[in-house]
Nanobody, 117 residues
Framework: QVQLVESGGGLVQTGGSLRLSCAASGRTFSNSLMGWFRQAPEKEREFVAQITWTNGNTYYADSVKGRFTISRDNAKNTVYLQMNSLKPEDTAVYYC??????????WGQGTQVTVPS
């Protein structure tokens, strides 16, 4: 099992930036991928971005491509999500997650990002 703790959420105006962090502990060596999902009010949780621990390969949802950047610091067991050019539709609770055994198996508690319209 992996423990994930997110931080860095908050309120930011349209066009602003935030950087989310996700500190991982526990059986981190068993996870090949780390990712970010988000869930807006009354909507299903949706994929945002993922990164491979080993080679840093990344993949993004179309809705955030070119605005968000996922990165990792292997020495710190931390994954980041740099969010630029934020829009009101980015408002959501953002969750960090780890992939193991064929599914996104471990989740953080989430951090709120609010971009007022």
């Amino acid at each position: 099992q992996v423990q994930l703790v997110e931080s860095g959420g908050g309120l930011v105006q349209t066009g602003g930036s935030l950087r989310l962090s996700c500190a991982a502990s526990g059986r981190t060596f068993s996870n090949s991928l780390m990712g970010w999902f988000r869930q807006a009010p009354e909507k299903e949780r949706e994929f945002v971005a993922q990164i491979t621990w080993t080679n840093g390969n990344t993949y993004y949802a179309d809705s955030v491509k070119g605005r968000f950047t996922i990165s990792r610091d292997n020495a710190k067991n931390t994954v980041y999500l740099q969010m630029n050019s934020l829009k009101p539709e980015d408002t959501a609770v953002y969750y960090c997650t780890a992939y193991s055994g064929g599914l996104w198996s471990d989740w953080g508690q989430g951090t709120q990002v609010t971009v007022p319209s």
